[in-house]
């Protein structure tokens, strides 16, 4: 990679990065300058193992090697000439227990929820896009009502042929914006849903998604935390079994 030349990289030296507790992982260094630096191993980049100073050449790989107590994930983080670069290791990935405690009534918390969108008819409204279908793929913009007034947002692709298709519902990851159809996995022969979180258009010009970010989502993700009825993600994942409902309908 020319833009990283002049400086390192960390890995870890076994493929898989899988260790059992009681081994040692090790981690190589190889350096294409001569520089000094520091590093620091941690449980999961949270809690400090050990840190300390490195040496480094051109030319040259170094190991550092640590153990890990218990179920988890080791991060290395090396820092030289103010790059960091980042490799982990897990140990016994299989065996690790959630540390959350469940709450006693969260099945009937849910089961709530869902007695609550059952009420509320599902009312698709689908508008198809010609300059987006491709390949025999029909793609729809599609909004669907959700609890509360609210509605979700997305694309529907419907492959060619009669069907009954396979269906794939893809969530977004955090953070507001825009999405297009889902053509990849309607080329596969899928009835292909994607959404966005947000009670609002999917197809709208950055600035939108922007000035939204800014004021009224700026940190949705905190909205009605102190209630779990009042809570922003309540309705999101709520709007999701939604999208199941309508994609099995």
């Not at 059952?118 to 793929?137: F, M, N, R, W, Y």
């Not at 794939?168 to 022969?189: E, F, N, S």
């Amino acid at each position: 990679d020319k833009k990283d030349s002049g400086s390192f990289t960390v890995r870890c030296s076994r493929d898989n990065a899988i260790y059992s507790t009681g081994e040692k992982a090790t981690f190589l260094i190889a350096s294409d300058v001569d520089g000094e630096g520091v590093f620091r191993f941690t449980d999961d980049g949270v809690k400090v193992i050990k840190q300390g100073k490195i040496t480094v050449k051109k030319g040259e790989t170094y190991k550092l090697s640590e153990g890990f107590p218990k179920p988890g994930f080791l991060q290395l983080a090396v820092t030289i000439d103010k790059k960091t670069k980042l490799a982990a290791a897990a140990f016994d990935p299989t065996k690790i227990e959630p540390t959350a405690v469940m709450p006693r009534d969260f099945d009937d918390f849910w089961q709530a929820g869902l007695k609550e969108l059952a009420t509320v008819p599902i009312d698709a409204k689908l508008e198809a896009v010609e300059k987006l279908s491709k390949d025999g793929i029909t793609a729809y913009k599609i909004t669907l009502a959700n609890v509360h007034d609210k509605r979700v947002h997305g694309w529907l692709c419907v492959p060619p042929g009669k069907g009954p298709f396979p269906a794939v519902l893809t969530v977004p990851g955090a953070g507001v914006y825009g999405i297009g159809p889902d053509l990849h996995h309607a080329r596969l022969g899928a009835l292909a849903m994607n959404i966005i979180i947000h009670d609002m258009p999917v197809d709208q010009d950055a600035a939108f998604y922007k000035k939204m970010s800014a004021t009224t989502l700026k940190d949705y993700r905190d909205i009605g935390m102190a209630d779990r009825e009042k809570s922003y993600y309540r309705d999101v994942i709520l709007g999701c079994v939604r999208c199941l409902d309508y994609l099995t309908s």
